[in-house]
Structures are given as structure tokens and as C-alpha cells.
């Protein structure tokens, strides 16, 4: 229950209790954001298209370990038209969030503010076609980087690819195979 408004509460101890998934994908060409209502719902502004069924979810993982943990969506009833547009796209890297949201049994708008599940990026997309298109996207938490290398060279070349105009490691190579007498002979007593 950490993270649940009042009215949050209230509803999940009803008698009946209706909730759903919602997600939130960036496409370099626009969001994607789906429910896994019949009805599309607002959430923060944004429009979130009722799919009637999303597909299913993987199970939210955490620990007090420092550890990432990914999750797994499977969409369906996407249009073939874009779902093949998306699988075109560079998503990887992108933006990917997943809410429950409680929404009232009979309006279907969500009763209070979403609880966030998951928050991290898009890495893989497997796409199955047939008589009804399914996308299964794997999201992976942002820990997920600290374990990707950086490499990095203290050279010019390297400096410039990102700061063009910086000059600060030009004379780097000039200082490769200089003697360096510390201190000076004039400092010398």
C-alpha cells in the first residue's frame, strides 16, 4: 500500500475493485500510451487508449539489493499498420513506464492518481503477426546502464567528438615520451 493516496485506499478495500494496467512507451515519432480498459482514460493530461485487453505483464520485481530488474509487456490488438511503423523506429533506449491505475466501477475514469510500477527504458521488441498482432517489449531499469562500458580515450579525437571545439587535449601526445625533471635544477638548493 506505500504510495497510495487515500482514495487509493478507500477503493481497494471495496467490494469490488476494478484496476488496470497503463502504459507509457516513446516512439521517436510520439508516444504510444494504452489501458487495459474498454474506454480510454486520462492520467496526468494525456490520453491513454483503451485496448480492452493489453495482453499481460511480467511480475514487478524489487529487493533492498541495488539490482535491475526488467519487465516484460505483451501487447495486443495493435493495428498491423503500427506496429509494424514501430518496429521501424529507433526505440531502444527510450522511455517506457508502467501504472496500475483504480478506476471507478462505473465511469471507468481512475479514481485517484496512478501508482507507478515500473519506470525505465525500452530494450528489446518481438513482434508476432497472425489473425491479431502481439508486441512483446522488454523494458529494462535505468541500473541497467551502470553495467555498459564507457569508453573513453584521453585524446583530442575523442574530446572533440563531443566538445568539437575543445582544445583542451591537444598537446597530449607531445607529452608521451617528455622527461619531466621534478623539481627544476634552478629550484634545486
Known amino acids: 500500500m506505500r504510495g497510495m493516496t ?15 494496467v497503463a502504459v507509457d512507451l516513446d516512439f521517436p515519432s510520439g508516444h504510444v500510451r494504452l489501458n487495459g480498459s474498454p474506454v480510454s482514460v486520462w492520467i496526468g493530461g494525456n490520453e491513454f487508449h483503451g485496448v480492452g485487453q493489453l495482453g499481460g505483464i511480467s511480475a514487478v520485481e524489487e529487493s533492498v539489493d541495488l539490482a535491475a530488474y526488467g519487465l516484460t509487456l505483451q501487447l495486443s490488438g495493435i493495428p498491423r499498420d503500427a506496429m ?7 526505440y531502444q533506449g527510450r522511455a517506457g513506464i508502467a501504472w496500475e491505475v483504480l478506476l471507478d ?9 496512478p501508482l507507478l510500477m515500473f519506470r525505465g527504458r525500452m530494450d528489446q521488441m518481438n513482434a508476432r503477426l497472425g489473425t491479431e498482432a502481439a508486441v512483446e517489449v522488454k523494458l529494462e531499469n535505468r541500473l541497467r546502464d551502470w553495467e555498459r562500458p564507457r569508453i ?3 585524446t583530442s579525437e575523442d ?3 563531443i566538445w568539437p571545439t575543445d582544445l583542451g587535449f591537444e598537446f597530449v601526445p607531445a607529452t608521451v615520451e617528455k622527461e619531466l625533471i621534478w623539481p627544476a635544477k634552478s629550484f634545486r638548493g
Open 6 to 20: 487515500t482514495a487509493a485506499r478507500a477503493a481497494a478495500q471495496g467490494e469490488v475493485v476494478t484496476r488496470v
Open 84 to 90: 509494424v511503423a514501430s518496429l521501424a523506429e529507433d
Open 105 to 113: 466501477n462505473t465511469s471507468w475514469q481512475p479514481i485517484s492518481e
Open 152 to 154: 573513453r580515450r584521453y
Open 159 to 161: 574530446q572533440r567528438r
